[in-house]
Each structure stands twice: as structure tokens, then as C-alpha cells.
Antibody, heavy 120, light 109 residues
Framework: VQLLESGGGLVQPGGSLRLSCAASGFTFDNFAVNWVRQAPGKGLEWVSSISGSGGDTFYADSVKGRFSISRDNSKNTLYLQMNSLRAEDTALYYC??????????????WGQGTLVTVSA | EIVLTQSPATLSVSPGERATLSCRASQSVSSSYLAWYQQKPGQAPRLLIYGASTRATGIPDRFSGSGSGTEFTLTISSLQSEDFAVYYCQQCNSWPPYTFGQGTKLEIK
């Protein structure tokens, strides 16, 4: 199993960014996938989850209305569209595979993360 | 939202000794929905334990989890050098959101 995140970078407050996570080594559309972030020197914060079909999506209150999770099962790729970015969104963003088709929170494989920095 | 409080924040233990890490939930969590993760510096987290006591694939049997309700424990029976890391508990019982504890740093004494 491999999960490779990309798309991070430096963005100004109020700006937008789209993260991607390319998956391989498993049947992508059989499993839910999540985004989890970690601010510098801090703990883990779950951000969003999407079911294997893409039909069910969930968000943390801190990003609801600003972030949008999606997936393209034909490309084995997960996305996170991030709008109206704030300084507090600065973090390393991990893509994490769920153990089940529907989101369960049991995150059995993780990527290495992509860094998002929101600063003027 | 269920808040998880881990203790201690930092634990200093000598190699070969036993380490006991605690995770307390602000409300009851079904044992089926409590997990532990290990994170080493510069690395992604790794799933250690799920269902409060089931080891994930490839996890050595010196790692064990226990507990129920609001009190959960991760025990490492004989610490190896590679076990020194930060450990997080996580609940998946009442969501969204899935919540993590703030972490316990296990350091070499």
C-alpha cells in the first residue's frame, strides 16, 4: 500500500489550494479515505473522510464550508479542495486509508504528508 | 465531541522495562472504537492497536491494549530502542469528528 500526497505549498490567507493523494497497492474504491492534519509540533487532527464510492463525506467543524473532499476512483486519487485558508490551517496534511468501505476511523495506512503553510 | 486526555505527557523509561500509557475519555467509548497509533520523528503515524486490544498487522506482541468505558491503556512489555516515539489514542465511537488524544512522548531514561 502506498499513499503519496502532493499539492502543498505556501498560500496567503484567504487563498485556495488543492491537495491530491495518489493511492496504489490496494483496490482503491473498496475503502474510505481520510485527511488528517498535524500543525507544526502539535498533535493529530482529523479533517475529513469520504466513503469508497464517494457518496458519503464528513468534515471537522473547523473546516466545514471551506474544504471539500472528493475522489476519482478511475485515477485512484483522493483530493482535498481548501478554500478561504487561514493561518490556523497551517499543517502537514496526511492522507490515510480507512480499513473499511464506509468510514470507520480505523486508519491502517498513511502517506508521508504534504505541508501547507498559510502566511502573508 | 469526545475529548481524550492522555497521561503522562512524557514518560521516561529504560530499555527493557515496561511502559504503561493511559487514555481517558470524556464520555464512554465502546471498546470496538478505540485505537492507538505510534509516530516517530519525521514519520507518519502507524496503527498499532484497534478495537482497544487487537494488534494491527505486523505489530509485535510486546504491544498490548486494554480498557473499557472511559479508561484505556497501552502497555509495552519490554521496551526496545525503536519503541521510543509519540503515542496517540483515538476514538471512532462518536463522530464526526474522530478525535485523538494530545499524545504521550515515550523517551529513553
Amino acid at each position: 500500500v502506498q499513499l503519496l500526497e502532493s499539492g502543498g505549498g505556501l498560500v496567503q490567507p484567504g487563498g485556495s489550494l488543492r491537495l491530491s493523494c495518489a493511492a496504489s497497492g490496494f483496490t482503491f474504491d473498496n475503502f474510505a479515505v481520510n485527511w488528517v492534519r498535524q500543525a507544526p509540533g502539535k498533535g493529530l487532527e482529523w479533517v475529513s473522510s469520504i466513503s469508497g464510492s464517494g457518496g458519503d463525506t464528513f468534515y471537522a467543524d473547523s473546516v466545514k464550508g471551506r474544504f471539500s473532499i472528493s475522489r476519482d476512483n478511475s485515477k485512484n486519487t483522493l483530493y482535498l479542495q481548501m478554500n478561504s485558508l487561514r493561518a490556523e490551517d497551517t499543517a502537514l496534511y496526511y492522507c490515510a486509508k480507512d480499513s473499511y468501505f464506509y468510514s470507520s476511523g480505523q486508519l491502517d495506512y498513511w502517506g508521508q504528508g504534504t505541508l501547507v503553510t498559510v502566511s502573508a | 465531541e469526545i475529548v481524550l486526555t492522555q497521561s503522562p505527557a512524557t514518560l521516561s523509561v529504560s530499555p527493557g522495562e515496561r511502559a504503561t500509557l493511559s487514555c481517558r475519555a470524556s464520555q464512554s467509548v465502546s471498546s470496538s472504537y478505540l485505537a492507538w497509533y505510534q509516530q516517530k520523528p519525521g514519520q507518519a503515524p502507524r496503527l498499532l492497536i484497534y478495537g482497544a486490544s487487537t494488534r494491527a498487522t505486523g505489530i509485535p506482541d510486546r504491544f498490548s491494549g486494554s480498557g473499557s468505558g472511559t479508561e484505556f491503556t497501552l502497555t509495552i512489555s519490554s521496551l526496545q530502542s525503536e519503541d521510543f516515539a509519540v503515542y496517540y489514542c483515538q476514538q471512532c465511537n462518536s463522530w464526526p469528528p474522530y478525535t485523538f488524544g494530545q499524545g504521550t512522548k515515550l523517551e529513553i531514561k
